[in-house]
C-alpha cells in the first residue's frame, strides 16, 4: 500500500459520515478511525435532534473515491442492480477501484433505483453521483 493509496482512503472517510474503515492489499492493513470513535463500536447519536427534516427529494448515492466504477461482480455475472430494483440499507450496489483496490459502494438507506447516473468502465470522481434513489 502505497501513500496515494492511503490518501484515496483518507479523501473517501472524510467525504462520508463513516467513523471507522478498514481496507487491506499485500499483507497491510489500514484502519481509520474517526475522532472521538472506538474501534468497532457504533457512531454516538446525535446531541439534537435536526432542526429541519430531510427532503423527500430522491437521493442521491454518490462515489467515496475517485477511481472506475464497475455495476457488476464481475464480467459475465448480472449487474448489482438495475433501474426500479428495491434495495434494502447496506446492499452493494457497485464497486469502485482505485489503484487495484475496490471499494464496495453501499447504499446509505433502503429504497428504488430510479436511475444509474454512470456506465460500468466509466471514471468517476470523489461525490460524483452514480444512482438515485426514488
Not at 501513500?3 to 492489499?25: C, P, Y
Not at 446525535?46 to 473515491?65: F, G, K, Q
Not at 444509474?116 to 438515485?132: C, D, H, T
Request: overall charge neutral; proline content about 8%.
Amino acid at each position: 500500500m502505497d501513500l496515494l493509496q492511503i490518501k484515496t482512503f483518507i479523501d473517501a472517510m472524510a467525504a462520508s459520515d463513516l467513523s471507522e474503515m478498514v481496507a487491506g492489499k499485500d499483507g497491510w492493513t489500514l484502519r481509520l478511525l474517526r475522532d472521538g470513535a472506538s474501534p468497532g463500536a457504533a457512531a454516538p447519536a446525535p446531541a439534537a435532534p435536526r432542526t429541519r427534516p430531510r427532503a423527500a427529494a430522491p437521493a442521491e448515492i454518490r462515489s467515496p473515491m475517485a477511481g472506475i466504477v464497475y455495476l457488476r461482480p464481475s464480467p459475465g455475472e448480472a449487474d448489482f442492480v438495475a433501474p426500479g430494483s428495491t434495495i434494502a440499507a447496506g446492499a452493494v450496489i457497485c464497486v469502485v477501484e482505485a489503484m487495484k483496490t475496490f471499494l464496495q459502494v453501499r447504499a446509505e438507506r433502503g429504497g428504488t433505483i430510479a436511475a444509474i447516473l454512470v456506465a460500468s468502465g466509466e471514471e468517476v470522481e470523489l461525490g460524483q453521483p452514480l444512482m438515485r434513489l426514488g
